[in-house]
């Protein structure tokens, strides 16, 4: 299976490259997460139904999310370049390009946007079918939603396979990935499934942890750097076995 053997590849890339991965993302992660501990800003401490947000609040709240962001985006680049290129870091961190950072985190917003308008239309296609042939049934919502989730992920997928090559300075199209990836959507949703899986099974030993406890603490600063650096490494392996041909080894 394919999907499987990406899934794998990906994770030995970071595991199998331990002191490099934390060479290039260790510290920007770290700094990240004392932006948001040092303004308050964690997320036990977000309450997103709070309506009396103070500007002092919002202010912290917007300074974390563009400190990582940037952060997340240096990392990917770095990485993607360090796989692809055996580009290495001189210092304590990678080498910060802002042009290279700005036009992935571009890319990475277009994409987003394509995803975020067709799941949209697929949610509100299927809902009105569903309803239509099934009624107002909870599984009518259901099943939209799931067709949703499938779809977006199949095209963010699909579309993110070439994001990679703008962190390599490269000749990219919008649509590389997608031409590049075709015949291969049942792959990528299960690729996407593995995804999600990784996620859900990290997050759960959370529910036996007191919250807010040190060792709470630690395993969510364990396993988001997990699922940051296995993400970045499944787009660099989609990318160098679609569009550079490499072999799955």
Known sequence: MKAWAIFVHSIRQVFGNLPEAL?????LYLVQLAVAVGLGVT???????????TPDRALAVLVVVLVMLVCTLWIAVSWHRFVLLGERPNGYIPAFNLARI?????????IGLVVVALAAVVFIAASILLVSTLGQQPVAAWLAMLITIVAAFAVLY????????????R???FADGWVATT??????LILAFFTGLIGIVLSTPLSLMSPGSMIAMLWELATGWVQLM??????TTLYGHYIEKRPLV
């Open 158 to 169: 699909r579309l993110s396979t070439a994001l990679p090559g703008v962190a390599l300075n």
């Open 102 to 110: 700005a036009d992935y985190g571009a890319w990475s917003l277009l």
């Open 171 to 173: 000749k990219t199209g």
């Open 183 to 188: 015949g291969e959507t049942q792959t990528v």
């Open 43 to 53: 997320p036990g401490s977000i309450d997103p139904t709070a309506t009396d947000i």
């Open 230 to 235: 296995v993400s970045a490494s499944i787009l």
């Open 23 to 27: 060479h290039v993302s260790g510290l």
